[in-house]
């Protein structure tokens, strides 16, 4: 009867020790909301409504827009989250992944 007893500790510790360890791990991805992109003018100020909608910066990236290619340091686009921004909202300091520069 005790060595019964030794095998059922004995499965049940290795039962235990599997379901602690089977568990497997979660990659986390970073998430990317999709953005609402609007023109920027030369003093990073929004004009007028959002141009896209629920796009991430390669989304946006791709749309044909004019000089928008993100290769200067002078902001074209900005990426929000609010998609109702009225014109004239300031977009300077924005995270490099919530804008778009120009090509010239």
């Known amino acids: 009867m005790k060595n019964f007893k030794m095998g059922l500790m004995a499965l049940a510790l290795t039962f235990a020790i599997g379901a602690a360890f089977s568990t497997k791990a979660t990659a986390h991805k970073k998430a990317f909301a999709g953005l609402f992109w609007y023109q920027v003018d030369a003093s990073q100020k929004t004009v007028g409504a959002p141009i896209y ?52």
Not at 66 to 85: E, I, K, W
Not at 97 to 103: F, G, L, M, S
Request: a negative charge; hydrophobic letters at 25%.
């Open 53 to 104: 909608s629920n796009d991430t910066k390669a989304q946006a990236l791709a749309e044909p827009t004019q000089d928008c290619a993100d290769v200067t340091s002078t902001m074209c686009q900005f990426g929000s989250t609010n998609g109702s921004l009225p014109t004239g909202t300031s977009a300077a300091g924005a995270d490099v992944d919530h804008r778009i520069n120009t090509t010239e």
